[in-house]
């Protein structure tokens, strides 16, 4: 049981209705389907009654909802208070190996580290690094994914190729991973490898691997709403840098 599953289970009871519940946090309904679901396994129990229509708490669902009331209004106001305050955090070892692994075949050990994870206040952010601009796009995405999934749960049976367009190359970054968030949004199937193939100043096309959602074995982590420009800033030093900030 994490903050994320009860915000949503939260919003869900007090709107009586999964659809109504996706809108107001801005996420899609099987997202919010798949965390409650999430949230009973890990619980065992039902929140819910089954089958009523507006939907209505189990004695159990009633009993969860007076502490997640408490909680998130604790979870608030501590957050309100603390606003200002910025942290430096590492991704976890899993996250590194499946980093690692995807890395290899792009080059040596010398490499130096795909992406490094910030917060920025209320949202989160990478910083991610590569030896030629499509490396950079690859590792970008490796690390939004950071903050959805464990990338080692996610089996890169499937194969789509994605292609997108902008104006420029900031552009094409921010348009390139909110089309990954659509693909697992809007298609239900999780992204875990990327291989950009095409990258010019205005265009991408890129070959990306991974599985339809299976809610036994996929647990999603934070909720990534979209990819912003704020404070985006994309460079060549000794290798390329991209910052990316993200609302969740």
């Known amino acids: 049981m994490?903050?994320?599953q009860l915000r949503i289970f939260a919003t869900v009871a007090r709107l009586g209705s999964f659809?109504?519940?996706a809108e107001e946090l801005h996420i899609?309904?099987?997202?919010?389907?798949i965390q409650v679901a999430d949230l009973e396994r890990a619980l065992g129990v039902d929140l819910f009654k089954q089958g009523e229509r507006p939907i209505r708490l189990t004695e159990a669902g009633s009993v969860l909802e007076d502490y997640a009331r408490r909680i998130l209004a604790l979870v608030d106001g501590a957050e309100a208070a603390v606003k200002e305050a910025k942290h430096l955090r590492r991704p976890r070892p899993a996250a590194d190996a499946a980093v690692d692994a995807e890395a290899a075949p792009l080059g040596g050990a010398?490499?130096?580290?795909?992406?490094?994870?910030?917060?920025h206040t209320a949202d989160v952010g990478i910083i991610a690094y590569g030896r030629s601009l499509e490396e950079l796009f690859s590792h970008a995405a490796m690390g939004m994914m950071h903050f959805l999934i464990d990338a080692?749960?996610?089996?890169p049976i499937e194969q789509r190729t994605r292609t997108v367009e902008a104006e420029d190359r900031e552009g094409l970054l921010i348009n390139w991973l909110n089309d990954l968030l659509l693909l697992l949004n809007a298609e239900g199937f999780v992204p875990a490898r990327f291989e950009v193939r095409e990258l010019t100043g205005t265009r991408l096309r890129a070959d990306v691997a991974g599985e339809p959602v299976d809610p036994e074995r996929h647990r999603f982590h934070l909720d990534v709403k979209a990819a912003t420009y704020h404070q985006l800033d994309v460079r060549k030093n000794e290798m390329w840098e991209a910052r990316v900030i993200f609302d969740v």
């Open 110 to 119: 010398d490499a130096g580290p795909p992406f490094e994870v910030i917060e």
């Open 152 to 155: 080692a749960s996610v089996r």
């Open 19 to 21: 659809s109504r519940a």
């Open 28 to 33: 899609s309904q099987p997202s919010v389907s």
């Open 2 to 4: 994490n903050l994320h």
